[in-house]
């Protein structure tokens, strides 16, 4: 079974510019879920989809992130402007039915702002 | 607020000895407490996870136990191997109103050969 796909693995930007993150859902997974992990510490959430709905956002800085998720399966995460206090691991997680059960990582994108 | 607390920060044994980690919750409301493996520069890997009508749970070398009381878990580790060497994460659910896991802030375990 394919694990979860994340693309960009690395990126690098200077502030005030805009990035995108793109993720790939273990197949029939119909949560999934963003999270921001600074070096030296764990994960955080940012946002939480149930297939197309979002359940759970309340951690999303909205004045510059946003997120979706298309036809319940991939979906992006876009930074627009970035801060310097954005450089962090960018990972994606999608589980297999509700509730935060059984949440299965990808590799994550590595963003540094300059 | 919701809260993870995990200790020790950092952990070395000798290879064949056993590895205790720590965590303490704050949400009494909490159900849910997996314990994830982080290798350097990959997502990290669930690895064992209790629900909280469950006081204890075993896989081969790993093993977990819950003290909904005094509102604490700890993962167990025995026999380490130096493939054991990452950092671990706890984490716990939120309310249960909500999906989210809360996760402590790691221990990077170092396995001695």
């Known amino acids: 079974e394919a694990g979860v796909a994340q693309s960009p693995r690395y990126k690098i930007i200077e502030k005030r510019q805009s990035v995108a993150f793109w993720c790939n859902p273990i197949?029939?997974?119909?949560?999934l879920y963003w999270y921001q992990q600074i070096l030296g510490q764990g994960p955080k959430l940012l946002i939480q989809?149930?297939?197309?709905?979002?359940?759970?956002d309340s951690q999303l800085p909205k004045d510059r992130f946003s997120a979706e998720r298309l036809k319940g399966v991939d979906s992006t995460l876009k930074i627009q402007p970035a801060k310097l206090e954005d450089s962090a691991v960018y990972l994606c997680?999608?589980?297999?039915?509700?509730?935060?059960?059984?949440?299965?990582f990808g590799p994550g994108t590595r963003l540094t702002v300059t | 607020g919701e809260n993870v607390e995990q200790h020790p920060s950092t952990l070395s044994v000798q290879e064949g000895d056993s590895a205790v980690i720590k965590c303490t919750y704050s949400?009494?409301?909490?159900?849910?407490f997996p314990w994830y493996k982080q290798e350097l520069g990959k997502g990290p890997q669930l690895i064992i996870d209790?629900?909280?009508?469950?006081g204890e749970k075993k896989d081969q070398r790993i093993a977990v136990t819950l003290n909904k009381t005094a509102k604490h878990f700890s993962l167990h580790i025995t026999e380490t191997q130096p493939e054991d060497s990452a950092v671990y994460f706890c984490?716990?659910?939120?309310?249960?109103?909500?999906?989210?896991?809360?996760f402590g802030s790691g221990t990077r375990l170092l396995v001695r050969p």
């Open positions: 997680a999608t589980g297999p039915g509700t509730g935060p059960y059984e949440q299965y």
């Open positions: 197949s029939g997974h119909a949560t």
């Open positions: 989809f149930q297939n197309n709905g979002v359940v759970d």
């Open positions: 949400d009494s409301a909490s159900n849910y």
């Open positions: 209790i629900r909280s009508n469950v």
């Open positions: 984490a716990a659910s939120g309310s249960q109103s909500s999906y989210k896991l809360i």
